[in-house]
């Protein structure tokens, strides 16, 4: 009888964990009586909006490139993303003196873009809609001989991103129930192995935008599903189809996955800048927004939330938080 080997595992987890100490933020878990109360238990905000870069991607990032050889980093590094993952690319090429070219979509939100040039990056373009970025990216990455780092399809990306589930759980203790948010399925993969590698029993819920719902669907199905690329305002989580790495994990460690409506999304970036005091990127209010909306099922008594980032620049949250006033 043979064995297959998961692309991610509690060990793999703890060992990034030793490699992200002293370069990755650990970062804080805020509680809020307000929230309690709204939703009648005690939850626990990972909040990942603080982390280098302002998302966790940071985490998968830097553990990835930090193994590549000598040989590798000297050539440079290659990857896709809307944002948060070009970003971290970037930072941790930076920090491991090296170069990155990064493939971002035309409309990806101008913050990230400058955030991305500005850790010293070269953005290459394409269109979301028309375009397929993997095969863009690696295009690319062939043509100039770079190291290409995925944002999800990746051991080590998977396993970097767990770390902060990691974390969490290393301050709370044992949690009923661990709440995340779904793109391509990297940071849930990571947190979920964590996660049930240090409490068998939690059930992990994956939270995706109602126009992106591929992985629901995948679960549903039992293998991947493709969706039209969705419209939404969490820009971290419009993708078609789930990795099929990461959905080679979810799909044994997925509890369920609970949607969410944009406006819901808004909702949850409002509470958590009113009540919460700190500022939520689409993309990673939605665990909250699920939470606040009545989204989750029933809710147990204790339960972790990873809020995955705050790349959202002035004008953009003023946008999607403000609410019309009577004239």
């Known amino acids: 009888m043979t064995t297959t080997t998961p692309p991610v595992t509690l060990d793999t987890v703890r060992d990034a964990a030793d490699r992200l100490k002293g370069v990755a933020h650990r970062t ?3 509680r809020s009586r307000t ?3 709204r939703v009648g238990a005690e939850v626990f905000l990972k909040c990942e909006n603080f982390q280098r870069v302002g998302a966790f991607k940071f985490r998968g990032a830097y553990n990835a490139a930090s193994r590549l050889t000598p040989e ?3 050539r440079g590094i290659a990857a896709y993303s809307s944002g ?7 930072l941790a090429a930076r920090e491991l003196g090296t170069t990155a070219v990064i493939v971002m979509p035309e409309d990806a939100p101008r913050s990230k873009v400058d955030a991305t040039l500005g850790y010293g990056a070269e953005i290459v373009r394409y269109d979301r809609y028309t375009e397929d970025r993997v095969a863009v990216g690696q295009a690319l990455a062939a043509e100039r001989g770079l190291a290409l ?4 399809e990746h051991p080590h990306v998977m396993a970097g991103q767990g770390t902060a589930a990691l974390e969490l759980l290393e301050e709370t203790g044992t949690l009923d129930a661990l709440m995340v948010p779904v793109g391509g399925g990297g940071l ?3 947190s979920a192995t964590a996660a049930k590698g240090l409490h068998p029993g939690i ?3 994956g939270v995706e935008p109602e126009a992106g719902d591929d992985t629901k669907r995948s679960l549903e199905a039992g293998r991947r599903v493709s969706i039209p690329v969705p419209r939404t305002i969490a820009d971290g989580q419009a993708l078609d189809t789930p990795g099929e790495l990461t959905f080679s994990v979810n799909r044994r460690l997925v509890d369920g996955i609970a949607l969410v409506s944009d406006d819901e999304i808004r909702d949850a970036m409002r509470f958590a800048f009113e009540r919460l005091k700190i500022v939520v990127e689409p993309s990673g209010a939605t665990p909250l927004a699920a939470l606040l909306a009545g989204r989750a099922g029933s809710v147990p008594r204790r ?3 990873i809020v995955s980032g705050g790349n959202v620049d002035t004008d953009r949250f003023a946008r999607l938080c403000g609410r019309a006033t009577a004239s």
């Open 303 to 305: 339960i972790g939330v």
């Open 84 to 90: 948060n993952h070009a970003q971290a690319v970037a």
């Open 149 to 152: 780092i995925p944002p999800y």
């Open 35 to 37: 929230l309690d109360e």
């Open 188 to 190: 849930i993969a990571g």
């Open 28 to 30: 804080p878990v805020l």
């Open 203 to 205: 059930r992990v819920i």
């Open 72 to 74: 590798q980093l000297a």
